[in-house]
Nanobody
């Protein structure tokens, strides 16, 4: 069955960087677009970035100059490089696959605070 395991979150100061990873299994990873979403306390889950099966990327407007999504099909993994982090980036970050849009892993907590 589908499994998505996020990692790499943590506590970082404003202006800092983090690299999130998502390891996928249970489907043919290279065939499907992958996305990162986030959910802040009291807010709805929102799309952060998306990468297609051929590598085409799309970002939420507020993140496109600071975040970079990438994928490694050989290792069934998708990554999110986050730079110039702001307190409003604090959230639980989730990866998601077009293979099963309704499936969510446990997420990884990102906290941006001084």
């Amino acid at each position: 069955q589908v499994q998505l395991v996020e990692s790499g979150g943590g506590l970082v100061q404003p202006g800092g960087s983090l690299r999130l990873s998502c390891s996928a299994s249970g489907f043919t990873f290279s065939w499907y677009a992958m996305s990162w979403y986030r959910q802040a306390p009291g807010k709805e889950r929102e799309l952060v970035a998306r990468i297609g099966s051929l590598g085409r990327t799309r970002y939420a407007d507020s993140m496109k100059d600071r975040f970079t999504i990438s994928r490694d099909n050989a290792n069934n993994s998708v990554y999110l490089q986050m730079n110039s982090l702001k307190p409003e980036d604090t959230a639980v970050y989730y990866c998601n696959t077009d293979y099963r849009k309704d499936y969510w892993g446990q997420g990884t907590q990102v906290t941006v605070s001084s």
